[in-house]
């Protein structure tokens, strides 16, 4: 009997082309930095479609805030740790989870859960980061995480209109319910297109040092956020923050001790890693200003003198010019990242910033200055936004990306919840009688100006204190042509193994 001839093996299947990889994960951070402005026209109505006070209403955006900053940069960790693209899913999971609860429901209480389910998707984007580094040949890695940085601000600029005209065409549950379908595609597209990094940081999970963390950014966030309707002075304000400091001085100590941190305070510590995350939350209160007061300034009534009256829809559009240009000058960012480094591109990002803030004070009466001056505070954070993380990974080993910008862009949410704070307690308490109502002075909106372009150019001063084109630390992006995490024997470090 003749020998069977073995059918002839099935070809493997092709790995996903890196640009497929880049455009999925910078849709997955778009969708996830959308929901967590979508609700912000939606807030006046709220106490009237679900019968909340207007204070349990405010917690829609005060949650999200909280598990954002909470779970970004631990769940960085764990995707160091057990794989990145497997925590990115789990993350867009959640995602979905809180989109279905808030559209399948008008109680306060469940709307809240599931914001605070959509705030801890905002781990998508350092995760994201975190994957390119690994995956992408290094040529093309700055112009990648140059566009996944920027979606936060992209997102955040495109959700306002969006929201705005689902909130006056359509039922409001609508939003949440596309959200939860989106996310489901970003799910399917995540595990056709993007590969899971077989790069992993050795030890046990620091819960401990997670749990730490966790509750001084509650405490302090707590505080900032609520301090306005609390008083600053209150026993609950204070004792927050005092509990902020004790807890985080405990939690410092602790890290140092432990043999895989939660956060490597080492490592955080040196000055092209603590510059860098000082000058993200500057930048992230610069930045944030634009978006809260722009959409308020021109729907204040012609009353004022100075308001223009514009209607939900028109003010959510004055962004979107913004985040356009974000996604134009991504690009731009990395070659000049590429070309004079990622330090001189933060410094060229703050001083645009400042610049927008300078025309914004001028020009306060014309719509379309006042656009123009938007665009150009815009265009300057998505110069910044795409910079910090390449500062980040030169800082630190590749075991530590995802942590790393985790830390990075919870920096940044601290920043907005500064510049939130701060921006409340502008707008209400510099007010006049206008048209039969109170509404914040001109000089209360030209002091948000002041204020926020005061951090870009704090933002500028502590962005030259960074080293400037210093040799790049072992295991880092810019420390060779090889693959990520790969030194110039070609051994891997000790502290990275490949899952089998």
């Not at 005209?165 to 995540?190: C, P, R």
């Not at 703050?350 to 150009?376: E, K």
């Not at 790049?472 to 110039?488: D, I, L, M, N």
Request: with cysteine.
């Amino acid at each position: 009997m003749p020998a069977e001839i073995p059918a002839p093996a099935a070809p493997a299947p092709r790995p996903p082309h890196p640009r497929f990889a880049v455009g999925v994960l910078a849709f997955c951070g778009v969708v996830v930095a959308v929901m967590q402005t979508i609700v912000v026209p939606l807030l006046p109505h709220i106490p009237a479609l679900t019968g909340a006070t207007p204070a349990a209403a405010s917690w829609l955006v005060t949650v999200t805030l909280l598990t954002g900053a909470v779970f970004t940069p631990v769940l960085g960790r764990v995707g160091d740790m057990y794989g990145k693209r497997r925590v990115l899913v789990a993350s867009l999971a959640v995602l979905v989870a809180g989109s279905v609860l808030c559209g399948a429901s008008s109680h306060i209480g469940v709307l809240i859960t599931g914001r605070a389910l959509q705030g801890a998707a905002i781990a998508v984007v350092p995760l994201g980061i975190s994957i390119l580094r690994d995956e992408l040949p290094p040529e093309r890695v700055l112009s990648a995480v140059a566009l996944m940085s920027s979606t936060l601000g992209i997102g955040a600029a495109v959700g306002l209109p969006i929201a705005a005209l689902v909130v006056e065409n359509y039922d409001w549950h609508t939003m949440f319910w596309v959200s939860g379908v989106i996310g489901l595609l970003d799910i399917a597209l995540v595990l056709a297109c993007v590969p899971e990094s077989p790069l992993r940081t050795r030890g046990r999970f620091d819960a401990l040092g997670a749990l730490g963390l966790s509750g001084a950014l509650v405490c302090l966030l707590l505080a900032v956020t609520q301090g306005g309707a609390w008083g600053w002075t209150s026993g609950r304000t204070l004792g927050l923050l005092a509990a902020a400091v004790v807890v985080g001085l405990i939690w410092g100590a602790y890290e140092l001790r432990v043999p895989t941190p939660m956060v490597d305070l080492r490592i955080s510590a040196r000055p092209a890693v603590l510059f860098t995350n000082v000058a993200a939350l500057l930048i992230g209160f610069a930045f944030y200003a634009n978006s809260l007061v722009t959409a308020q300034m021109v729907q204040e009534p012609k009353a004022t003198g100075y308001g223009l009256g514009a209607s939900i829809v028109v003010s959510g559009l004055c962004l979107l010019p913004g985040g356009l240009s974000m996604v134009a000058l991504s690009p731009v960012s990395a070659r000049i990242s590429a070309t004079h480094g990622p330090k001189v591109s933060l410094a060229l990002a703050a001083g645009i910033i400042a610049a927008g803030y300078g025309v914004r004070y001028f020009t306060s009466h014309s719509l379309w200055l006042i656009i123009a001056g938007a665009t150009v505070v815009s265009a300057g954070t998505a110069i910044a936004y795409s910079a910090l993380p390449a500062l980040v990974m030169r800082g630190v080993p590749v075991s530590e990306t995802g942590a790393a910008n985790g830390l990075n862009t919870l920096m940044r949410s601290i920043g907005q919840a500064f510049c939130s704070a701060a921006v409340a307690a502008v707008l209400a308490n510099i007010t006049f009688r206008a048209g039969g109502r109170t509404a914040p002075t001109l000089h209360a909106y030209q002091l948000v100006f002041v204020i926020a372009g005061g951090a870009a150019l704090a933002a500028l001063a502590v962005t030259l204190l960074l080293p400037g084109r210093a040799p790049a630390a072992p295991g880092t992006v810019g420390e060779s042509r090889e693959a990520p995490g790969t030194r110039k024997d070609g051994a891997r470090p000790a502290e990275i193994q490949e899952d089998a």
